[in-house]
T-cell receptor, first 111, second 112 residues
Framework: QQPVQSPQAVILREGEDAVINCSSS?????VHWYRQKHGEAPVFLMI?????EQKGHEKISASFNEKKQQSSLYLTASQLSYSGTYFC????????????FGKGTRLSVIA | EAGVAQSPRYKIIEKRQSVAFWCNPI?????LYWYQQILGQGPKLLIQ????????DSQLPKDRFSAERLKGVDSTLKIQPAKLEDSAVYLC??????????FGPGTRLLVL
């Protein structure tokens, strides 16, 4: 079942913060976050596993609420380079089980 | 470290023709994925390999799509015959055990 991402799109000024949410109706084992710039391939940001969380980048972090089947991606002090579409991918199993990706959140950072 | 390689980068064919895509994963990555990404949507998994065995191909349209991963390294994805709705970007990704997925540049397919 495809996870639901919100918001669908957001526009920020440089230096502002943003939160992107990813929710599933099914029990999750892990949540992956990716960023895709226009015309490019998705780039892996981080994985969050059931029972823990992993911080992949200095100003980009995420949380995983297992009870709510929800993950949130936090972008702090946004930079122009943060612009792109953010996708969450969710899996129900251990190891490299198949991911189901959300429809994405388009983030635009302007000067 | 070299990334995931894919070829060709672009392909234009007419409907009912056949096409093949090639992928070379990151060295040492046992898991390989093929995704279809339609404009404005997230990647949709077509098939996942673990070494040269299939883990999941539940969303692969098997009447027209096929994929193989010989010797657990390179992989090819074939479409025969192509339909208009197959126009999309085909992404290959690989991952280490328990890690994130690393995507190749993709093949942009246009079916006329």
């Amino acid at each position: 079942q495809q996870p639901v991402q919100s918001p669908q799109a957001v526009i920020l000024r440089e230096g502002e913060d943003a939160v992107i949410n990813c929710s599933s109706s099914k029990a999750l084992y892990s949540v992956h976050w990716y960023r895709q710039k226009h015309g490019e391939a998705p780039v892996f940001l981080m994985i969050l596993l059931k029972g823990g969380e992993q911080k992949g980048h200095e100003k980009i972090s995420a949380s995983f609420n297992e009870k709510k089947q929800q993950s949130s991606l936090y972008l702090t002090a946004s930079q122009l380079s943060y612009s792109g579409t953010y996708f969450c991918g969710t899996s129900k199993g251990i190891g490299n089980t198949p991911l189901v990706f959300g429809k994405g959140t388009r983030l635009s950072v302007i000067a | 470290e070299a990334g995931v390689a894919q070829s060709p980068r672009y392909k234009i064919i007419e409907k009912r023709q056949s096409v093949a895509f090639w992928c070379n994963p990151i060295s040492g990555h046992a898991t390989l994925y093929w995704y279809q990404q339609i404009l404005g949507q997230g990647p949709k998994l077509l098939i996942q390999f673990q070494n040269n065995g299939v883990v999941d191909d539940s969303q692969l349209p098997k009447d027209r799509f096929s994929a193989e991963r010989l010797k657990g390294v390179d992989s090819t994805l074939k479409i025969q015959p192509a339909k208009l709705e197959d126009s999309a970007v085909y992404l290959c990704a690989s991952s280490p055990i328990g890690g994130g997925q690393y995507f190749g540049p993709g093949t942009r397919l246009l079916v006329l």
